[in-house]
């Protein structure tokens, strides 16, 4: 008799059991999906991200990572210094960083000081040289502009009689 009752108790705890975690198959079943489509939808978007950052140049070993963004040190100097080793205007410059010819400017002078993601944009320029700087500026779209005077006649104003 106690054998019995032991089979019958097991018996009755295995379907439970089973009805219990049909539920959780269920869920899991679905969250399984879901990961699965998370897990695309990051691996599209880092594709994406590699073509932005090739559209943009350098390659991400040349970045500089926000980790290391508290080391990087600006100097109004630096940047004029490094802005005429490149041969860039400063509208052409700060296309490269995404700022304004005034903010190029105001940054040289001393009057400003860029910030944190800027400063990013700036370290991340400064290994390039004349070349490169002028790749960069094609994939951006964008002709460059020279940053010496053209020499000779300066047009007159056309005169009305």
Excluded: C, N
Aim: net charge positive; aromatic share 4%.
């Amino acid at each position: 008799m106690p054998f019995i009752l032991r089979q019958e108790i097991t018996r009755l705890a295995r379907k439970e059991i089973r009805r219990e975690t049909q539920s959780l198959r269920s869920v899991a079943t679905q969250y399984r999906g879901a990961i699965a489509q998370l897990k695309r939808h990051t691996s599209k978007l880092q594709g994406d991200l590699g073509r932005m950052e090739r559209q943009i140049g350098g390659a991400p070993s040349q970045r500089v990572s926000a980790a290391t963004a508290d080391k990087v040190r600006f100097t109004a100097k630096g940047l004029q210094s490094h802005r005429g080793r490149v041969g860039l205007s400063a509208a052409d410059y700060g296309r490269l960083i995404g700022v304004t010819a005034q903010t190029i400017y105001k940054w040289e002078h001393g009057s400003a000081r860029p910030r944190r993601h800027q400063l990013l944009m700036l370290a991340s320029l400064r290994g390039i040289g004349k070349r490169e700087a002028g790749a960069r500026l094609q994939k951006l779209s964008v002709k460059p502009a020279s940053r010496r005077k053209r020499k000779g006649r300066v047009r007159e104003p056309d005169r009305k009689a």
